[in-house]
């Protein structure tokens, strides 16, 4: 079992920038990839940006060149650098990490931190 934790949401004005963090705990020797996803209200839960194990990034056509997605595996920690924020970067924001169970992968999901740009 994996525990993710997300920390560093809040309100923010357009223009602004904020950092999300998430902490992993428990099976973390187990994470592959890991990554954010966003949901806005009335809307589907979106990708926002990815990371493998080995450092290789992917961002959403919408943030890139404003997000950077960086990871510290010594710490078992992943973090979203959000640059240039706009009020459609509204959204709850969730971390997500993949595991390697004894059947497969296996998904897990933080609880989320609300991100709120004001115009």
């Known amino acids: 079992q994996v525990q993710l934790v997300e920390s560093g949401g809040g309100l923010v004005q357009a223009g602004g920038s904020l950092r999300l963090s998430c902490a992993a705990s428990?099976?973390?020797?187990?994470?592959?990839?890991m990554g954010w996803y966003r949901q806005a209200p009335g809307k589907q839960r979106e990708l926002v940006a990815t990371i493998t194990s080995g450092g290789i990034t992917n961002y959403a056509d919408s943030v890139k060149g404003r997000f950077t997605i960086s990871r510290d595996n010594a710490n078992n920690a992943l973090y979203l650098q959000m640059n240039s924020l706009k009020p459609d970067d509204t959204a709850v924001y969730y971390c997500?990490?993949?595991?390697?169970?004894?059947?497969?992968?296996?998904?897990?999901w933080g609880q989320g931190t609300q991100v709120t740009v004001s115009s």
């Open positions: 997500y990490a993949t595991g390697v169970v004894t059947t497969g992968l296996r998904g897990y």
């Open positions: 428990g099976s973390t020797v187990s994470i592959n990839s």
